[in-house]
């Protein structure tokens, strides 16, 4: 195992002293750094055993000596993940990834962060698409951006049972057995199932169809699992080093589980929210990375919070929004609204472009100011004009800093995010590994698509009645 | 002019009577019908001069005998708009709209919800981009993405000095002059500037280097600007029919101004926003359509939200979502988390694509009952469920409903939501046009990047001080 050095830094804007009105004072974070710290120990206790198992993940796939609560699950994954990607890569595939939420966002996050692409001075060569909706309208573009002879899927779905991917799946097999000319037997080689190998009729329909199964244990939670195969196959097929992610992840969580609160992400961020709840009446959690790639970090962390501490009455609402962009959208109402936000930054401190303003616009004085600077110059003048004006309006706020884009950092940066969400479950009471409330809208859902037994048929008359 | 049928529908999910706890009555929504309608007549009073001059632009290009505040500005730009859309199509160009914030949402709004693609059988022969960040890494996408010999571009920025849109615009013009090959008369006719055409470097630079310009006058404010030719070239270019927009934008206009509460659309949802705000503790608006296409609806009724109403400490943020994906991301804190937030559905009746679930699965039993479904069925029994839940949870909701994605209802539906604001902004006695917040940190941000003049000196001051 390489030993990388961490390249990552959570800034606290923590602002006593100040003249601005500071919401979070150093005593404030300082007075719960106990209670955060002695939750982290209890969910360390409780590591690898039920739905804690998520946190064993990358230590799982034999990169590392340790034993886990796994066992032998995914000794041949990895293999059989790499086989795949090289496969799909050499045929320059279309790997369509069939799964929707918690089975969804993982993949598009490191695909979205760490895809290879063209200005990095080499594009991937195959397509990724994320089926994540049903909307008619948009699977039926994707179905005519396929070339059917060069589809690759992984359907993922634990349960086996989830409407809208089974639906997704049922129609990229039929086109795929009646328009790509494809033997039955290469058909099969196509496609692969994420699900839990132990039940369910996804499980099931590929033992008799005869598809490769990765496995998606009951134990781990969709939102948590960025780091099972539900990840990894997209991510392989992107290009990204696969054992550099998981590296990133092993060392986040061991400095996580052990480092006290002074020299600790997870616990220092879970304070923030924290007090923010229970003392400052923070309600909003403005997710606003200042990168493109890293957009889709703040769908994936928004699903983290929202499902796992959205629960009796309780919770923050995650908002999403994009730096610069929102400053000329969000920013007014952050600064000179409500004061119920908590502001999170997420920056890239060496972008892999180095592009320069050129002075094009010369014939114009106003513009001089910008000439020769740097598209990463004016990229980090914007965020930091951001930060001022929050932190001289008293908005609390605070920065994940990574290096650079790289796999490691990464799997580092998902990391002290789960595990901060973790923390706040023990925190707040709450269970972080249930969604008591979606289970119930699946179930309307499944009723009155026809779904037949008698409590789908009680459900169908709560819904004839309210629609009167 | 067409005389088109009005398909639309503001569904309010109103409660009284039904056993749930419901979180807004009738008398309550009653209550605010007389003060919400006088706020909108005082808005109809005001409308053409001062900020409210937006209004008109509908009716501004020509296509009606109405004589507006515009006068004469934009007797050409329609003509002109359309010859540009015609030679950009017939070229297969790629066509870069320039612009952040209000200066690009409308755009990419209009051309999200409308190109024409694939799937409805016939691909928009133009590519549009739209670089509404600096992300050097996106921007260094976007030019291995350009073919420099077929681009065009739009730049927008009524000021002329927004830094992000120089900045992409000084690159954009400084590659095509050095790689393209065109003569300096073509690269010319390939640049439009959409500017104050009476202030500002932007006009002069065009006037000065003969790009041509399309007017977005000073008394247009940005977020209110789609219908300008910020928003009207790129939908040109997209293949959208811009009189249909235009006459759906017109249709609203007038029934808004003057349908009494029980038939107006703008009247009802300022109400709920209103009630929500100062009686029931309503901060969050989730804006949930069921339409990729619509996705991008809510960016801009977000920007139209957070900047007109977020100030003086008041206002509701704005939340993104997307259905069905986020019923398994966001769901579970809608319905179980705290009362805080009004969701707000946006549905399409009738999608383009009438794709069927095949029974491809039928080896299980367990997915009989998708079998020979519809994904309309399935979208549209997935919003229900969600309604359902919300209803049964007591969380306030409404839904608007879109016959079909059309131009005109399009135009009808922005025109709505636009008034909402403009009476909200009376009713809550906030200048719902300006963005204070705003421009302080884009002076902060031209401070750090070395602007000259003592005002700039004091805040790298500040920031120096506070970077300690």
Known sequence: MNTKQVDFSLRLALQDGEPCGALFA???????????????????????????????????????DRRTAFGDTFSQTLG???????????????????????SALGAITLVTALGVTKSMGYECPAEIHVPDNVDPDWIGELLHRLDLTRVYANVVSKSGDTTE??????????VMREKSNLSPAELRRRIFVTTNPEEGALAELARSEGFTILPL?????????VFSPMG?????VAGIDVGELLE???????????????????????????VGLTQKG???????????????????????????????????TPVKALGVTDQHSQLQLYIDGPKDKLVVVFSVARHAETLRIPNS???????????????????????????????LHGVPNCRFELAELSPFNMGYLLTVLEKTVCILGELLSVNAFDQPGVEESKEYARAMLGKSGEQYDQLREIVAKLSK
Chains 1, 2 share one sequence.
């Open 361 to 391: 616009l010369a014939s114009n004085s106003a513009y001089t100011y910008l000439a020769y600077k740097t598209f990463n110059d004016l990229f980090k003048a914007e965020r930091e004009a951001t930060e001022v004006s929050l932190h």
């Open 217 to 225: 244990p009951d134990a781990i939670h969709g939102r948590f699992s």
């Open 248 to 274: 990133g992840a092993r060392v986040a969580d061991e400095r996580t589980a052990r480092a006290p609160f002074g020299d600790n992400p997870s616990l220092q961020f879970a304070a923030l929210h924290y």
């Open 80 to 102: 059989t993940i790499h086989e795949a990607a090289n496969r799909i890569r050499a045929a320059r595939g279309q790997f369509v990834h069939v799964g929707i939420g918690g």
């Open 232 to 236: 990894l196959l997209a991510a392989a």
């Open 165 to 174: 991917t089974i639906a997704t799946f049922a129609l990229l097999l039929e």
């Open 282 to 316: 923070i309600s909003n959690l403005i997710l606003l990375p200042y990168s493109n790639r890293l957009r889709t970090v703040g769908d994936w962390y928004s699903q983290l919070v929202a499902e796992s501490l959205g629960k009796q009455g309780q919770g923050m």
């Open 26 to 64: 150093k005593e404030e974070i300082a007075g719960v750094a106990e209670n955060v710290t002695e939750a982290r120990d209890r969910i360390e206790r409780g590591r690898g055993k039920g739905p804690l198992a998520f946190l064993e993940l990358p230590y799982s796939y034999g990169s590392s």
